[in-house]
């Protein structure tokens, strides 16, 4: 799990990012293209043509992080707008990793057990 720390965000960078892209062309993306800083603490991620693959990139105040992670199966849920960001609580974000509809997660039910 990536820790979101108190007060930072999450953005989910809308459209496809070129995934051969980089620590440094990720962070110009943020700040050229999102008109983001990308000091700020908050987590910007990224999600390839494909889809099976997301890179997160956060800067932690000492130092820049990239996560990536790549599905073995299915797609990570994204909102269908072409560019710009949306924000997304890290609960939302826990779910995207997994592979969740993390705009509709479902609760399962489960009997409780009386003993």
Known sequence: ?????????????LGHTDMRKGMRSLALQVQEALKKDVHAGDLY????RS?????????????????AK???R????????????VAISASAMACLLEGIDWR???????PTQVG
Do not use: Y
Not at 1 to 13: D, F, Q, R, Y
Not at 45 to 48: Q, Y
């Open 74 to 85: 299915g797609r990570f849920v994204w909102p269908a707008a072409k560019d710009g960001t």
């Open 104 to 110: 509709n997660p479902q609760e399962t039910w489960r």
């Open 45 to 48: 991620v990224f999600r390839g």
């Open 51 to 67: 889809g099976s693959l997301c890179k997160i990139l956060w800067h932690d105040g000492l130092g820049m992080s990239l996560f």
């Open 70 to 72: 790549r599905l073995e």
């Open 1 to 13: 799990m990536i820790p979101v720390p108190s007060g930072g965000k999450v953005w989910l960078a």
